[in-house]
Every structure is written in C-alpha cells, then in structure tokens.
C-alpha cells in the first residue's frame, strides 16, 4: 500500500526539552527543522541542532513563543509545510491551528474542531457521555444560577465540585460539603473562572475524595483507525504540577486495562479523531470517571514508548501527514515498567524557582535510562519559562527494578549552578507508599505537609 508523503520540513514552534525531542523525531524521519527562539533562547539546544532557525521575538512568551504571526511569518520565510506545537504554549489553541491551516500548511495536532470540543469541559463530558464513556455524576451542564446550584448540588450528594467550563488545571475549581456551602462555593468558582478563562459559566460534579489521576494514550488517524496505548499513573504531583509519572498503573490489572481500553478505542473511532491524545480519568473504589481530553502530545509520553515500544511523536507526524495506522491494538503489547522524574529547576523544599547558570553537568546513563532534555555545562535556565529541565525516563522489566535504577540514576545525575528537585525524587524513590504503589491525587501534597 502506498502512503502519502511525509513533510519534508517542519517548523517546531516550541522551546526546551520537548523542541528536542521532536527535532529528533524529525531527523530520524528525513525530515528538515526549523527552530524558532526567542532572544533568551538564542544559545539554546534545539536552535543549534536544527537545519535552520528564527528568532521571532523577545524573552516573554507572550511576544514570541506565543505570537502567532511571528510563528506563521517564519513558517513563510523558511517553507516549511507543517508545524509541530509541542507541549503547553499554542498546543491546543484552535484559533492557531485554524490559522495554520488557512496558509495551507499542516497543524501537526488534531482538527481545531476537535480541540474546540475537548478545550469546552461541558461539551467535552457531553460528547463522552454520547460515546458511551463514564463521567462523574453531576449536572447536565451550565449552572445559571445560585439557586439552581443549591437545588443541583442537593439531587447530586454532598460533596459536590464546582469547576470552571473552560478550565483545566484546577483553576476555578471549588469544593461545598454542604447545602449552606454552596452559594459561596458557587460565587467563588465564577470569579475564578471568569478571571482566569474570561468565561464564568461553571457545572456541577460529586467530588471525589481520594481518587488516582490515570489517563490512557490514544493513537488515531483519519480513516477511522484508533488504538490506545494503555494508561499512565499521574497521581503524585503538586499543585496540579504532575511530579512523577508511572505506566503502567499500579493499580490497574490486565483486565480492568482492556476493558478501559475498548470503551476508549470505540469512542476516539467514533468521534473521528486523527492525531495523538489522552483520555484524562479519576479512578476510585475500581470505577473510572472521564475528567478531560488533551488534544496534545503530553510531557510523560516517554513512559508510554518504553512500555510499549512505539515512537509517539513519529506516529504523530506520520498521521498528521495523512497516512494511515500501520499498528493495530494486537500489535500493543504493555512491557515491563517505565517511570519518569520531572527534573524541574527549582528548590526541592521550597519549590522556588531556580533558574542560572549550569556550571556542572553529567547525565546518568546505562540499560534503560533515557533523559530527555536541553541542558549542557555552561547552559543558562531563563527566568521566563516553565521550570523543566529535563526527564528521566527509567525503564524496568518489572516496577521493582525500575524503582532501583531510578534511585541509581537520580544518584548519578549532577546538576550544579541551579537547584533542582532530584532531591525530592531521591525522598520518593524510598518512600513506602510509592514504593508499594498505593497512592492517591493527594499522597504528596499531605507528605510535604507533613515534614
Ligand atoms: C475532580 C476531583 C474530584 N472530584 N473532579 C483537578 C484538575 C481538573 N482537571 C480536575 N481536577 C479534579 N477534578 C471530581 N468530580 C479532583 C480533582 C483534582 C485533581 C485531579 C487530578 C490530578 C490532581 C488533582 C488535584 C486536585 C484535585
């Protein structure tokens, strides 16, 4: 069968550790790059292995990582014919991808229809419930006002959770544990919503008191072929800032996953899906409830390639590109045990930003250590950006050797000139909550309360 071209230049329009990980993609494929920078990242990794690079504004995301204009100017300049977003920035930006597409060049991402679904929680939870997905009982959909929120919360049970319609993230999320709790509960999330999305309306769910963050990998292209690539562990993190990443889950058994699975593979079909995502679930007492779709690749998809083998992001260019599906669910077979450690740069006590000069620098290595990231001895972590620096991504044939040879090479890494939180991941290799697997969404935020 004969498969449509690949591109034969991609613009990355993101930064970091993950700019790089997709100029390696690119370049295994045959595939010429273009970076772009702002001026803080003029001696950056990704500007200095790429074919070509343009910067296209100053330090502040604002006015570069995020200028659309500057983005497609340079996409012009340079012919590239497709655009890779990465992580965070313009990745699930719809307005982007629509404005990509109008200058006849390939938003490597889904259709901005389909980000416009999932970007929208009510309509998102919606097209779930449709698609025979569980969600969270909770209201059918907008909460217009305080009165209706009582009535809502009160058919719901107590607790309830009131989140913002164009959220993520947590903001403008709040909790009422009782009747005379929810006006304010509801006043609250409003504001919180309306500040941080320009949007106030807000919906109704039970809350769930000491659920697991499990998400699952989806694979599809655009006739119609959709495969998921099991799930991943995202409990152990703080303040929405996902820490520590397993895959698989040490809750789930072989069962439990193929039975999520199917439903998860029969709903990413039906929608006519194309592109890489995840299916974001709370899991308690053996139930799974839907939460969010990400319509992007995510940071801890390494974990999800050494389980399984499959190189996401080339899959993603390769569907992006208009081929089709050459896996199939039988070729998905879950290996062994993959972790991965944020190395953020940042104090691992006090979590205050670190950024500076890295005046020392060796990486660990050996059988099954991968670490993705930019940094080398003399780099400068700018102030203005997300705090990751890099990824260790461990592979075991089993949790228990993949727990030690995490320890082995956190014990390894040297970062010098900036604090980062290895050792905090130090702390969690030996804990023995991780180490026996049972945590929830909230087992690191009440350790580090404690100490
Ligand atoms: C919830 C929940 C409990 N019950 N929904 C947080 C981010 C947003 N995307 C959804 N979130 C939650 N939704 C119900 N009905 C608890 C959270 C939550 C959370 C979820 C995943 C990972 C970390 C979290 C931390 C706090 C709260």
Request: charged share 25%; net charge negative.
């Amino acid at each position: 069968m004969t498969q449509k071209p690949l591109f034969d230049k991609i613009l990355i329009a993101n930064r970091g550790e993950i700019a790089l990980r997709i100029l390696r993609a690119c370049r295994e494929m045959g595939i010429k790059t273009v970076a772009i920078h702002s001026t803080a990242d003029a001696d950056s990794m990704h500007v200095r292995l790429a074919d070509e690079s343009v910067c296209i504004g100053p330090a502040p995301s604002k006015d570069s990582y995020l200028n659309m204009a500057a983005i497609l100017s340079a996409a012009d300049i340079t012919g590239a014919d497709a655009i890779h977003p990465g992580v965070g920035f313009l990745s699930e930006n719809a307005t982007f991808a629509r404005m990509v597409e109008e200058h006849g060049k390939v938003f490597i991402g889904p259709t901005p229809e389909h980000i416009d679904m999932m970007g929208d929680k009510i309509t998102a939870k919606k097209t779930m419930i449709e698609l025979g997905v569980p969600v969270v009982p909770g209201s059918d959909g907008g909460i217009q006002d305080e009165e209706i929120a009582v009535e809502t919360a009160k058919k719901i049970g107590f607790p309830v959770l009131i989140k913002a319609t164009s959220g993520g993230g947590g903001k403008g999320m709040k909790v009422a544990r009782s009747a005379d709790e929810v006006p304010q509960a509801y006043k609250l999330a409003r504001a919180e919503a309306k500040a941080n999305f320009g949007n106030d309306e807000v919906y109704m769910e039970r809350y769930l008191g000491k659920p697991r963050h499990i998400e699952v990998q989806v694979l599809a292209d655009q006739y119609g072929n959709a495969i998921n690539l099991g799930e991943r562990d995202c409990s152990i993190q703080r303040r929405h800032q996902k820490i520590w990443e397993e895959a698989p889950s040490p809750a789930l058994n072989a069962k439990i996953r193929a039975e999520l699975g199917q439903v998860v593979n029969k709903a990413i079909a039906k929608m006519g899906y194309r592109g890489v995502g995840t299916l974001e679930f709370l899991y308690e007492n053996g139930e799974f409830f839907f939460m969010e779709m990400n319509t992007r690749i995510q940071v801890e998809h390494p974990i999800t390639e050494l389980v399984t083998g499959v190189d996401l992001v080339k899959e993603q260019i390769k569907v992006a590109a208009g081929q089709k599906l050459q896996l199939t669910q039988d070729d998905i077979k879950i290996n062994g045990h993959a972790i991965e450690c944020r190395i953020n740069a940042e104090n691992a006590e006090t979590f205050i930003p670190s950024p500076g000069e890295i005046t020392r620098y060796h990486a660990p290595g050996g059988w099954g250590v991968r670490v993705d990231s930019h940094m080398y001895q003399g780099y400068r972590v700018p102030p203005h950006y997300d705090s990751l620096v890099a990824k260790l991504v461990v592979y075991g044939h089993d949790r228990s050797e993949c727990i030690s040879r995490v320890e082995s090479a956190l014990r390894e890494y040297v970062i010098d000139g900036i604090d980062t939180i290895i050792p905090l991941h130090q702390k969690l290799a030996k804990e023995t909550d991780i180490v026996a697997g049972d945590y929830d969404i909230h087992w690191l935020e009440k350790k580090l309360k404690s100490h």
